[in-house]
Nanobody, 115 residues
Framework: QVQLVESGGGLVQAGGSLRLACAAS????????MGWYRQAPGKQRELVAS???????NYADSVKGRFTISKDNAKNTVYLQMNSLKPDDTAVYYC?????????WGQGTQVTVSS
């Protein structure tokens, strides 16, 4: 059974930083593709950043240069470091993992950026 548990969200002022963590079980992130998505009120869920089993990363244009996705294979945990946060980054952030043709999601963590 795959479980993804996000943590680290909260309220921060514009220009501030947060680090999200996704603790995974039932899926070995060392060999699986993982990602962070977000969904703002009234908007579709969108990919923020992804990382392959081999460590290659990909970012949405809107967060390039500000966000960094990383992982600790020993802890089976994926991180999203978010710097220079903007009010437009306000959303629920979800961790996602892909295994054997299926996508798995965490419960989400709220990030709110005040202006």
């Amino acid at each position: 059974q795959v479980q993804l548990v996000e943590s680290g969200g909260g309220l921060v002022q514009a220009g501030g930083s947060l680090r999200l963590a996704c603790a995974a079980s039932g899926i070995i992130i060392r060999i699986r593709n993982m990602g962070w998505y977000r969904q703002a009120p009234g908007k579709q869920r969108e990919l923020v950043a992804s990382i392959t089993g081999g460590g290659s990363t990909n970012y949405a244009d809107s967060v390039k240069g500000r966000f960094t996705i990383s992982k600790d294979n020993a802890k089976n945990t994926v991180y999203l470091q978010m710097n220079s946060l903007k009010p437009d980054d306000t959303a629920v952030y979800y961790c996602s993992g892909h295994r054997n043709g299926a996508d798995y999601w965490g419960q989400g963590t709220q990030v709110t950026v005040s202006s």
